[in-house]
């Protein structure tokens, strides 16, 4: 409670100052009211409120004006028509003129300190005292995209090149606008980020996930009048996004993969991440260890679509069932892309990101049985993240750990890896024959070729990043088996692709290990790994009885339980000898 606050109440039936407490808040819920806000110019504005709700108060953030505007008056709907008042703080400061920083702090406080409100406060973040949130108050935050935000903004800015300083400080200036409400939950528990990209690509679908995250409960009839057009929903037309397809909005790395691209080019960092080229003209036979069974429940089943830059990726809300050893399980895919991690924080006292294929991802078990879900039940204060995906090279996951190193840097992340890697690597003819073998067998010979990344050394011995066409039919039935791989050729690629991989995750001050799942990893790439820096964390197991054989070869649910205990040994240690250092 504030003390002597300068804000008063006035009743529509009492004349004069009102005690603020909160014995005389309850005594005017019934009736509607006027809240007289101080600015700081020493005069004053009086708010019309309606009558308070049961409900506690609650705040809604912004990350943009457009946002507000575009989801604002849908959200307001959804609250009136479930008994919620709505506060329009920003709404009625506007039309006067004003903004929340012509309010004096103590005043807004005390408004906001109200109870049986939901107030909208766009972006104002640093006006919500962190006691609002020890009370039990929830705060939700729409934040967009900041590929979106990217891209809409080099689209505004057709005369920039992009290979200029700008195009850094843009990707700067997202990633500090999204610190701000990272700093702002780290402390809190009542946060709830929700992603105003879905709006923006459908909107009328839309409000049934919202009023489902507000946990509100809306009659069916106002949902069929929303999806009928008769009542509020995003207003797509009226935003920029909207020169955007929803297509393209749904997919905005698709649209913009040449932008993505140009500006690994332009960095001013020394190790420059190449986009993959032109096709590999001369690959490097190896028969993967994985059949094409295996790459069936892989990459088939809905789970994935496609990639401009890594080929193919995880699909958000994707989600198939499979049945391994009598059990019905399912694979999914959460809202950002990812497989889920049970107790997730929205945000933790540490992050530890994992990156990989399969066997990190956790297929043929369910996603509470993963090791990612096992370790955050392990460390509930950290946050987990699971971005394993179904098939993908060393080279695909450093890849897919650059991009979300872009705007999401973790505190530890670690690239598992496996014995089959090093042959996705460099695309090896019996590996693409394999994948063109599950093409084949699924009826899917009439995909549209795409070029899939892949790895090599140049004449210097340096890393190079390429890529091959995929499909490639004209070799299907071609015999290579008479070609060995040059294994140690494939240990050397690896361990660039390593390396590359540290000097991403150090750029953005996190810490970078490898851990070996499954597999026996050669001396020669350990030596290498151990002469570069590169700590190595060796969890790895071999063996059927590691496996969910005889139906499929994926770890089974007791080997994720020994990787997360070899994962949560090696952050514990680590975390312990920091504090030492400092």
């Not at 101080?38 to 990350?63: M, T």
Request: proline fraction near 5%; charge should be negative; aromatic fraction near 8%.
């Amino acid at each position: 409670m504030l003390a002597e606050p300068r804000a008063k109440v006035v009743c529509a039936r009492v004349i004069g100052r009102v005690d603020t407490g909160h014995s005389a808040l309850r005594r005017l819920r019934d009736m509607s009211l006027k809240f007289e806000l101080d600015l700081v110019d020493g005069e004053s504005f009086a708010l019309e409120l309606e009558a308070a709700g049961a409900a506690s108060s609650s705040y809604f953030l912004f990350q943009n004006r457009e946002d507000c505007d575009l989801i604002w008056p849908l959200t307001m709907a959804l609250l009136s028509d479930a008994g919620r008042p709505v506060c329009q703080l920003d709404e009625e400061l506007r039309r006067a003129g004003l903004n929340i920083g012509d309010v004096t702090p103590i005043s807004l406080q005390a408004l906001l300190d109200l109870d049986g409100y939901a107030f909208c406060l766009p972006w104002a973040f640093e006006r919500l005292a962190v006691d609002l949130d020890q009370r039990g108050r929830r705060t939700y935050v729409f934040l967009r995209d900041p590929r979106r935000a990217f891209a809409e903004t080099l689209e505004d800015s057709s005369e920039m090149s992009l290979k200029s300083e700008p195009v850094e400080s843009i990707v700067e200036d997202l990633r500090a606008g999204r610190q701000g409400y990272v700093d702002f939950a780290r402390n809190r528990k009542h946060v709830t980020f929700v992603r105003t990209d879905d709006a923006i690509v459908d909107g009328r679908n839309f409000a049934p996930k919202l009023a489902q995250v507000l946990q509100l409960s809306v009659p069916d009839e106002v949902m069929r009048r929303i999806a009928n057009g008769d009542a509020p929903a995003p207003n797509t037309a009226a935003t920029p996004a909207n020169r955007i397809d929803a297509s393209a909005s749904a997919d905005p790395d698709v649209l913009f993969a040449d932008v993505f691209a140009e500006f690994d080019q332009g960095s001013a960092a020394s190790l420059i991440e190449e986009r993959p080229g032109q096709p590999m003209s001369t690959p490097t036979a190896a028969p993967p260890a994985d059949g094409p069974q295996d790459r069936a429940r892989q990459l088939g089943g809905g789970l994935t679509e496609s990639d401009p830059e890594l080929m193919y990726r995880l699909k958000p809300g994707a989600a198939v069932d499979i049945t391994i050893l009598g059990r019905r399980l399912k694979m999914d895919v959460d809202a950002f892309g990812s497989r889920p991690v049970l107790g997730q924080p929205n945000i933790g006292e540490k992050t530890f990101s994992a990156f990989g294929c399969s066997c990190t991802y956790g297929f043929a078990v369910a996603a509470e049985e993963t090791f990612c879900s096992l370790l955050q039940g392990m460390l509930p204060k950290w946050r987990i993240e699971n971005n394993g995906v179904n098939g993908y090279s060393t080279v695909q996951s450093m890849m897919h750990l650059r991009r979300n190193s872009r705007f999401f840097a973790s505190d530890y992340v670690s690239l598992f890896w496996i014995d089959r890697h090093p042959f996705r690597n460099v695309a090896s003819m019996a590996y693409a024959q394999h994948l063109m073998e599950f093409l084949d067998h699924t009826g899917q010979r009439d995909i549209k070729q795409a070029l899939c990344p892949c790895a090599r050394l140049d004449k210097n011995g340096d890393l190079e990043l390429a890529s091959f066409l995929f499909p490639r039919w004209d070799i299907y039935d071609l015999d290579y088996s008479d070609f060995q791989p040059d294994k140690y050729y494939l240990d050397l690629v690896c361990a660039k692709v390593l390396i590359r991989a540290m000097s991403i995750v150090e750029r953005h001050g996190g810490h970078f290990f490898v851990t070996a799942l499954f597999g026996t990893m050669s001396n020669v790439l350990r030596k290498t790994l151990a002469d570069n820096g590169v700590p190595l964390l060796d969890a790895s197991l071999d063996g059927l009885e590691h496996t969910c054989w005889p139906d499929d070869l994926h770890p089974n649910a007791r080997s994720h339980a020994h990787y997360a205990s070899k994962v949560r040994d090696y952050l514990i240690a680590r975390e312990s000898e920091r504090t030492l250092a400092q």
